[in-house]
């Protein structure tokens, strides 16, 4: 939990906040990290959770949808069989996952911290969405892994998580790498196979490059 990409870019949020944060909301997203890793690791628990634009968020997991009545927070209660409220939920939206040739990522359309590069994040992906996503990028692992087995390797020990991005914000640029959320890439989902190939391969270079920065200047 503690190392998905987003769990970053809101430790860093919350050391260098913007004007507008809310700080305390900010701060309180601690307590979904604490359920995320409840929730995985099969414990009991009760929690006090803050609620974020009508949802709460666990990390690497995924968020619960809330009733339009819930304040901004929330008592719930963790256990192996997922979550329970006594307050009114409308859905549970899992965080969805892709696991093919020795790869396993996240597509994030939840976390409420993915919103961490120049491009604009999408909103949930609709089924019909989210199957194109898995079908394109597992052909992409499968032509780069062909291709370039070397980089292949790389990214599929380094690449943690990819953020689809609305195609009308991203104009000319079909990708990006947020710095801030390691392992992570955003990505417009090409018509064309090959062009995610190397989207891919050009955006994980990005990300070897942040962490170069990180540890030198």
Known sequence: ????????????????????????????????????????????????????????????????????????????????????????????????????????????????????????PAARLSDAAWKAWRQGLAAAVRELSAEVPAYARALCAGLRSVIPIRPSTARNRQSGTPRQAFGAVALVLPDDPGALTALLLHEMQHVKLAALCDLFD
């Open 1 to 120: 939990v503690l190392t998905y990409p987003y769990v970053r870019a809101w430790a860093l949020q919350c050391l260098r906040p913007a004007a507008s944060a809310d700080l305390d909301l900010d701060r309180a997203h601690l307590a979904g990290l604490a359920a995320a890793a409840a929730l995985r690791a099969g414990i009991e628990t009760e929690l006090i959770l803050p609620v974020r634009e009508g949802s709460i968020y666990l990390p690497s997991v995924g968020a619960l949808a809330m009733g339009s009545g819930t304040g901004r927070t929330a008592l719930v209660r963790v256990s192996p069989s997922g979550l329970s409220t006594r307050h009114d939920a409308s859905a549970w939206h899992t965080v969805r996952r892709i696991t093919t040739s020795g790869m396993s990522i996240t597509v994030e359309d939840t976390d409420p911290f993915r919103d961490c590069q120049a491009l604009a």
